[in-house]
T-cell receptor, first 113, second 113 residues
Framework: EAQVTQNPRYLITVTGKKLTVTCSQN?????MSWYRQDPGLGLRQIYY?????VTDKGDVPEGYKVSRKEKRNFPLILESPSPNQTSLYFC????WGSGEGYTFGSGTRLTVV | SQQGEEDPQALSIQEGENATMNCSYK?????LQWYRQNSGRGLVHLIL?????REKHSGRLRVTLDTSKKSSSLLITASRAADTASYFC?????????????FGGGTRLMVKP
C-alpha cells in the first residue's frame, strides 16, 4: 500500500531533550515536506526537500532540522525542544513538479513540557 | 503565511443536503487542491484543479475555480454523516521553486444524521 509512515504517533518529552520524528514513504517520491498544525494557525510548512541532499526552509523552520540522506526518509529533528513546539506534525510527499496531490502521514502529536 | 482563506469557518447541515465551501487566495497559482481531515488525523487529497480549468468533478464532489476572482468552491452533494470533517484548500503558487503548498485555515463541516 502506498503510504507515508510517521513515528511515533504520540510523544511527550521535556524541554531540551533532543528528539527525532521519523518519516518514510514507499512511493519513490522526490518531494517531501514537514508541516505543523496549530489551532487558529492552520498548517504551516517547516522544511521541505526536493530530492536527496536537497532541503530548504519553509515558513517556520526555527528550532527544527531535517536531513534527506535517502529518498524514502525525511526525519524531523528537534535539537532542543521547547514548549512552543508542542503541536501536531505531519509529513507529506509527492512527485515533484507533477502537480499531483500530496500524500500525508497520520501525524505525530508532540507535547513538550 | 496563509495563502488561502476558507469560508465559512464552520458549517452544519443535515444529511442529504449539499455543502458548499469557498476558498480565496492572493497570488497566481499553478493549481488549487482540496483536502479533507478527520479530527486529528492526516489530510487526504480530494481533488486538484489546474489554473486553466474552471470546473472539475469527482464522485459527489464538484470544484470550481475562478482565477479572475482568485477563488474556488467545493460542493459536496447529498452529504452523509461520514462527510463530517475539516476541509482545506491549498494553493500551489506559480512563483514557487519548491513545489510548496500553502494551506488555508479550513472549514469544519458537520453533517447531522
Amino acid at each position: 500500500e502506498a503510504q507515508v509512515t510517521q513515528n511515533p504517533r504520540y510523544l511527550i518529552t521535556v524541554t531540551g531533550k533532543k528528539l527525532t520524528v521519523t518519516c518514510s514513504q514507499n512511493m519513490n517520491h522526490e518531494y517531501m515536506s514537514w508541516y505543523r498544525q496549530d489551532p487558529g494557525l492552520g498548517l504551516r510548512q517547516i522544511y521541505y526537500s526536493m530530492n536527496v541532499e536537497v532541503t530548504d526552509k519553509g515558513d517556520v523552520p526555527e528550532g527544527y532540522k531535517v536531513s534527506r540522506k535517502e529518498k524514502r526518509n525525511f526525519p524531523l529533528i528537534l535539537e532542543s525542544p521547547s514548549p512552543n513546539q508542542t503541536s501536531l506534525y505531519f509529513c507529506a510527499s509527492s512527485l515533484w513538479g507533477s502537480g499531483e496531490g500530496y500524500t500525508f502521514g497520520s501525524g505525530t502529536r508532540l507535547t513538550v513540557v | 503565511s496563509q495563502q488561502g482563506e476558507e469560508d465559512p469557518q464552520a458549517l452544519s447541515i443535515q444529511e442529504g443536503e449539499n455543502a458548499t465551501m469557498n476558498c480565496s487566495y492572493k497570488t497566481s497559482i499553478n493549481n488549487l487542491q482540496w483536502y479533507r481531515q478527520n479530527s486529528g488525523r492526516g489530510l487526504v487529497h480530494l481533488i486538484l484543479i489546474r489554473s486553466n480549468e474552471r470546473e472539475k468533478h469527482s464522485g459527489r464532489l464538484r470544484v470550481t475555480l475562478d482565477t479572475s476572482k482568485k477563488s474556488s468552491s467545493l460542493l459536496i452533494t447529498a452529504s452523509r454523516a461520514a462527510d463530517t470533517a475539516s476541509y482545506f484548500c491549498a494553493t500551489d503558487a506559480s512563483d514557487n521553486a519548491g513545489n510548496m503548498l500553502t494551506f488555508g485555515g479550513g472549514t469544519r463541516l458537520m453533517v447531522k444524521p
